[in-house]
């Protein structure tokens, strides 16, 4: 049946309406098509950028034995995987890196998803049940509160990173449910900040509770050994029964994909239910050969880790001192909020100009009236581009 012109004409406008209220707020969001150059910086309009967006926060994208892990398996396997898991996209490659992952992490198990999002969204929504009630720290990543949604489960939020708020919602709704999640980001994306994991996991075990750590922008950078915040439990004690732990390839490993490490029970859960993962595409072995190789220069070598953390307490000093908020940043995530979103997107439209790729990010990726920069800092980055960043930012500031 043909449908009227004039019903098709009304939905396009509806559709044109609801892009006119986003672009009217300055919440258009575009994306600019780079060129990336093996220093690190990028290209964009022929203009050679720093570029302070990446989570490529060890610089192992470049890295030479990376790059030859990922030529030869492409070599063998070719480009892609041609299929899911669970029917032919699984190969030697992908147990190799799961048995990886699982002896670094000190787990019984591991699974590869094909990206961080979907492993989170996996995960959460596979092992919770509907009649369960789940806590999440309110400034979670979104894959996070996704998969949240998807299980069904009640979900309530906490304050962030607040344990008395915590503990009262356990309180208040004692008895009501069959089991208790808690849920949380350990580096917080946006703020930069650590999760409070050891209350965190002491409420756990008080409530009889499970707990879901997210460790993606932690994980390779910090920890004693760059397994992200949980390195501060013993790797040999207990406390893996409790905790599942979630993970990326796509940041500090320099890959793609997303992983999560549990008991070997619920990992075999998590594979029959999770269905971003039973209906998704396998990732590709050229990616898993990569990752693979990003864990052994990690657990081989400290001096990129030790860098980043390095320039990343220098930057932090320098914007304090420039009377600029910072918020709860202590880690490679410097946020620099200026809470207004047209005054945000006007200076990172002045850095762009003067050779500085910084994001601006505007809600809702976080509150109203936190408009911010967000500064990632990477081993591609130096003293001196940190200190002509510096010099710039005051350059566009004073021009205000």
């Known amino acids: 049946m043909k449908i009227p012109?004039?019903?098709?004409?009304?939905?396009l406008n509806s559709i044109q309406h609801e892009l006119d209220l986003i672009?009217?707020?300055?919440?258009?969001?575009?994306?600019?098509?780079?060129?990336?150059?093996?220093?690190?910086?990028?290209?964009?309009?022929?203009?050679?950028?720093?570029?302070f967006a990446s989570n490529d926060y060890l610089a192992f994208s470049k890295h030479p034995a990376?790059?030859?892990?990922?030529?030869?398996?492409?070599n063998s396997y070719g480009v892609g995987s041609g299929a899911s898991p669970l029917v032919s996209g699984y190969t030697k490659l992908h147990r190799a890196l799961e048995r990886d992952i699982a002896h670094w992490e000190g787990f019984d198990d591991a699974l590869v998803f094909s990206s961080g999002f979907a492993a989170n969204l996996g995960t959460i929504s596979s092992l919770v049940h509907p009649k369960d009630l789940i806590l999440s720290d309110s400034l979670n990543h979104a894959s996070i509160i996704d998969g949240c949604r998807f299980s069904?489960?009640?979900?309530?939020?906490?304050?962030?990173?607040?344990?008395?708020?915590?503990?009262?919602?356990?309180?208040?709704?004692?008895?009501?449910?069959?089991?208790?999640?808690?849920?949380?980001d350990t580096l917080f994306s946006m703020d930069?900040?650590?999760?409070?994991?050891?209350?965190?996991?002491e409420l756990t075990l008080k409530n009889d509770a499970m707990l879901i750590l997210d460790e993606a922008h932690a994980t390779g950078v910090t920890g004693d050994g760059a397994r992200g915040l949980t390195d501060i439990f013993p790797i040999d004690s207990d406390?893996?029964?409790?905790?599942?732990?979630?993970?990326?390839?796509?940041?500090?490993?320099?890959?793609?994909?997303?992983?999560?490490?549990?008991?070997k029970k619920i990992i075999k859960l998590i594979k029959n239910k999770a269905r971003s993962y039973i209906f998704s595409t396998a990732l590709s072995p050229v990616c898993v050969a990569a990752a693979r190789t990003a864990i052994k220069l990690i657990n081989k070598d400290d001096t990129r880790r030790d860098l980043v953390i390095s320039l990343s307490n220098y930057l932090r000093k320098n914007l304090v001192e420039m009377g600029l908020d910072?918020?709860?940043?202590?880690?490679?995530?410097?946020?620099?909020?200026?809470?207004?979103t047209e005054k945000t997107m006007r200076i990172a439209k002045q850095l762009l100009e003067l050779g500085f790729l910084v994001?601006?990010?505007?809600?809702?990726?976080v509150p109203v009236n936190s408009s911010r920069l967000r500064i990632s800092v990477t081993a591609f980055h130096t003293y001196d581009l940190i200190n002509d960043f510096l010099l710039k930012l005051k350059v566009v500031l004073c021009q205000l």
């Open 23 to 51: 672009t009217n707020a300055g919440l258009n969001r575009f994306r600019r098509a780079l060129n990336f150059c093996p220093d690190g910086s990028v290209l964009y309009r022929n203009k050679k950028l720093v570029n």
């Open 239 to 263: 406390w893996k029964s409790r905790i599942i732990k979630l993970g990326t390839l796509s940041k500090a490993l320099a890959s793609q994909g997303g992983f999560v490490c549990a008991n």
């Open 5 to 11: 012109d004039s019903q098709s004409v009304d939905h």
């Open 192 to 201: 930069g900040d650590f999760a409070p994991i050891e209350k965190l996991y």
């Open 326 to 340: 910072i918020g709860p940043s202590e880690s490679h995530i410097i946020p620099v909020i200026f809470g207004n």
């Open 152 to 184: 069904r489960a009640t979900l309530r939020f906490f304050k962030h990173k607040d344990c008395d708020h915590l503990q009262n919602l356990i309180f208040r709704n004692q008895g009501k449910f069959r089991k208790l999640w808690i849920v949380s």
């Open 359 to 365: 994001p601006p990010i505007r809600p809702p990726s």
């Open 66 to 74: 990376v790059l030859h892990s990922a030529r030869r398996a492409l």
